[in-house]
């Protein structure tokens, strides 16, 4: 089993659409979650962070984590054609140093 | 003003040669970290360094040998090149959490190292 699992994607949704991203996580002790974003050719660049159970709200995005279920997931509401890369998760484990990515979901949104 | 460098950006080379990247970071962070990612864009942490001391060493080849003279850089040099090293190397810098951070990470622009 993957440490940290996402859809690859590609994931396609038309301009002004709620693009909807999951990841799933084994390291049940886990104590911070992220999304990145990243371009094609460019670096990871954070776009969320998140760390407790809920909803945490950042402009057009939301980061939802449920910590029971092993679950994140990140909501971008009105999409648009800027927003088309690849959305990696990435969880910090037990131990406070070790960052897990995920292998990415790719976002096309179509305008 | 930036926040994480990397030189090279580009490094094309034959097969055998050693080679070095550097990354320097100015956010003042704890942590700094190199990450390979390859063809199919999965990025795997390689080592990792807090304050001067390596943390993380991960399953990498002895020819990978990391070093941080200080805390804001962390170099990476590479003996006997092979093909398969061909990828694209990213530094990140981080604040931990005893440091009141939560290990968000920062990346540079990446080095795309080409071996021939």
Known sequence: ????????????????AIASLNCTYSDRGSQSFFWYRQYSGKSPEL???????????????TAQLNKASQYVSLLIRDSQPSDSATYLC?????????????????????? | DT???QTPKYLVT??????????????????????????????????SYNN??????????????????????????????????????FCASSQDLVAG???EQFFGPGTRLTVL
């Open chain 2, 101 to 103: 951070g939560h290990n």
């Open chain 2, 14 to 47: 034959q097969m055998g040669n050693d080679k070095s990247i550097k990354c320097e970071q100015n956010l003042g962070h704890d942590t700094m970290y190199w990450y390979k990612q390859d063809s199919k864009k999965f990025l795997k942490i390689m080592f």
């Open chain 2, 3 to 5: 926040a994480v460098s």
């Open chain 2, 52 to 89: 001067k001391e390596l943390i993380i060493n991960e399953t990498v080849p002895n020819r990978f040998s990391p070093k941080s003279p200080d805390k804001a850089h962390l170099n990476l040099h590479i003996n006997s090149l092979e093909l398969g090293d061909s990828a694209v190397y």
């Open chain 1, 1 to 16: 089993q993957k440490e940290v699992e996402q859809n690859s994607g590609p994931l396609s949704v038309p301009e002004g």
């Open chain 1, 47 to 61: 776009i969320m962070s998140i760390y407790s159970n809920g909803d945490k709200e950042d402009g057009r995005f």
């Open chain 1, 90 to 111: 990435a969880v910090m484990g037990t131990g406070g140093f070790k960052t897990i990515f995920g292998a990415g979901t790719r976002l096309f949104v179509k305008a």
